[in-house]
């Protein structure tokens, strides 16, 4: 178990160069097995999951290597073994989106069911009911999915709800399906955006991605490629709540504003400024932010990615703000963990309550997951004495350097190992 130590900093001030988005070269990766042959992604984080996913590749029998700064070559050779291990689903939740490549390209998979996690129970029927549509059935034995189909046909999936990971599992079975697929109520996040064009780049006739409907005609074979991973807007939203937390002026390159508009109104609500520039982003945060009331919502809503860095920021802003979490059920133990800081909060089932102080109390606090444990960071900046974050190894999943990233711009943190 490692740790980060911060303590009270700010104002911020620099610039950082924000990393390639998890939560697409994840299924970037995943589509590799749709079609042999070489790929070449570009500005791949350095981040543990992206290391869980090269190791499920590997253990398919493809080869997967870093070059370069933020290079990642795959070798995806003619035959791989279709199946993803219980210790590595295990480790990473978002293998389950390797179900629908592998059947669409093999005609069957073996899949360990993931469990559920912090956030509460993490169902997938609808990733099942999906590629059930498209003509897949699975068997259920000794925890894992036994999934079979012939070739794949064309159908019209209506997801219940915007599904992030049913949309990216029936996304990538549609376009080696024979004939025409339509999804509705498709989760209209960026990274949906760029899998769908990774796969057009790859031969694949896909449009409407972004949008709730997109449709997708079938293809008989797809081809490598190489691409360039979209900058990653979560982590991107840390360094904004960083600085709204601390107070200052930084500038986020390679950030994607037009991914990030409802964020950034918000911000605007709590009187941060940020714009667009023409590498990134650029945020000036006065000494101390207005509270706001914030809803998570599927894309372009609020994301409930965003929601333990409002819970920070709400922590030390002037006022009353009430959070309300749409998407998942638990995600509340870092609320816990705050507290212990001296923050002034209240839960009751889907809603936070959080009155701002002027400033917290530096403690031992336990990361829960990723984002979580980068908002307890950032609460940090804004506490007395030293804030101990133990379990770093979990931001360290999603987060390239977060600690040195985070001293480039003047805060006063440290890694323990
Ligand atoms: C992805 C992101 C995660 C983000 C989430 C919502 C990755 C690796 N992870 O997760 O960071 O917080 O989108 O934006 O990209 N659900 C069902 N049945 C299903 C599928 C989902 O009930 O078959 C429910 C979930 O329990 C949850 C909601 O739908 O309540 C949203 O989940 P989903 O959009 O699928 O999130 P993920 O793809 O798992």
Sequence with gaps: MSGIVVRRSGPLSGAVAISGAKNSVLKLMAATALAEGRYVLHNVPHIIDVDCMSDLLRSMGMTVERSGDHDLTIDRPAEIVPEAPYELVERMRASIVVLGPLLARIGRARVALPGGDDFGPRPIDMHLKGLEQL??????????????????????????????????????????AKGHTVIDNAAREPEIADLASFLNRMGA?????????????????????????????????????????????????????????????KLAEMVMRVSPTTDGLWALAPERLHAVDVATLPYPGIATDYKPLFVALLSVAEGV?????????????????????????????????????????????RAPDIR????????????????????AEHIDRGYEDFVGKLAALGADVTRES
């Design 205 to 265: 006739q896909v449009i409407g991605a972004g949008s709730s409907t997109i449709r997708v005609e079938g293809v008989d074979d797809l081809s490598a490629v190489e691409h360039t991973v979209i900058p990653d807007r979560i982590e991107a939203a840390t360094f904004l709540a960083a600085v709204g937390v601390a107070g200052g002026e930084i500038s986020l390159t390679g950030a994607r504003a037009d991914h990030m508009d409802m964020l950034i109104e």
């Design 321 to 365: 703000g009430i959070v309300t979490e749409n998407i998942f059920a638990g995600r509340f133990r870092y609320v816990d963990e705050l507290i212990r800081m001296g923050a002034d909060i209240r839960t009751d089932a889907h809603h936070v309550v959080v009155r701002g102080r002027t400033q917290l109390s530096g403690a031992p606090v």
């Design 372 to 391: 979580a444990g980068a908002a307890l960071v950032v609460a940090g900046l804004r506490a007395d004495g030293e804030t101990e974050v133990h379990g």
């Design 135 to 176: 003509g897949a059935s699975f068997e259920f034995a000794h925890g894992y999915i036994e999934a079979r189909a012939d070739r794949l046909t064309g159908a019209n999936i209506v997801l219940e709800y915007p599904s992030v990971g049913a949309t990216e599992n029936a996304l990538m079975a549609a376009v080696l």
